[in-house]
T-cell receptor
Framework: QQQVKQSPQSLIVQKGGISIINCAYENTAFDYFPWYQQFPGKGPALLIAIRPDVSEKKEGRFTISFNKSAKQFSLHIMDSQPGDSATYFCAASTNTGNQFYFGTGTSLTVIP | ETGVTQSPTHLIKTRGQQVTLRCSSQ?????VSWYQQALGQGPQFIFQ???????GRGNFPPRFSGLQFPNYSSELNVNALELDDSALYLC???????????FGSGTRLTVV
């Protein structure tokens, strides 16, 4: 049973465009929601994270939008660049934090 | 040395054999988690070790076992390998707090 559902599976965006990846969860005990970026042959790297006490968090070109009532959160990549081409994973964790539940990943391709 | 180091990077084993994967945690990190990432999927939590004790386990059979050493390095052992064990195995270390995880680049295990 997938605790965190992620869509789309793949995404193609023109350089300069906005990339949007969505995730949904059911467990209301989750209180930490990170996004990871993974390049081929590498482990996931933390990109940005949010807790449910805020509805939005922005770091540079990356923004997380969080809707607690809908149990959904999304990653927005503004001014997408070819170097952003990677697989992106959303994840969720409870306060005890001893495991992350990952989504199935979104393969992003940014076309020059 | 900073970062999480995993060895070996690639490994081919025969069904029924046993394998040991190794992880050197980021300096100062006392918590290590292991994840299995099947091709095209998100990482799945195997277990976590905190100060040499198991601190949570995912839905993996007992033939997956681990160790954490006093220097906080860690091993993942898998007995009686099955074809479905073929995956990227990721190690992540942290100081124990949610959000501070650093992933290694993983060990690609192929079972034939």
């Amino acid at each position: 049973q997938q605790q965190v559902k992620q869509s789309p599976q793949s995404l193609i965006v023109q350089k300069g465009g906005i990339s949007i990846i969505n995730c949904a969860y059911e467990n209301t005990a989750f209180d930490y929601f990170p996004w990871y970026q993974q390049f081929p042959g590498k482990g996931p790297a933390l990109l940005i994270a949010i807790r449910p006490d805020v509805s939005e968090k922005k770091e540079g070109r990356f923004t997380i939008s969080f809707n607690k009532s809908a149990k959904q959160f999304s990653l927005h990549i503004m001014d997408s660049q070819p170097g952003d081409s990677a697989t992106y994973f959303c994840a969720a964790s409870t306060n005890t934090g001893n495991q992350f539940y990952f989504g199935t990943g979104t393969s992003l391709t940014v076309i020059p | 040395e900073t970062g999480v180091t995993q060895s070996p990077t690639h490994l081919i084993k025969t069904r029924g054999q046993q394998v040991t994967l190794r992880c050197s945690s980021q300096s100062g990190h006392n918590t290590v988690s292991w994840y299995q990432q099947a091709l095209g999927q998100g990482p799945q939590f195997i277990f976590q070790y905190y100060r040499e004790e198991e601190n949570g386990r995912g839905n993996f059979p007992p033939r997956f076992s681990g160790l954490q050493f006093p220097n906080y390095s860690s091993e993942l052992n898998v007995n009686a390998l099955e074809l479905d064990d073929s995956a990227l195995y990721l190690c992540a270390s942290s100081l124990g707090e949610v959000g501070g995880y650093t992933f290694g680049s993983g060990t690609r295990l192929t079972v034939v």
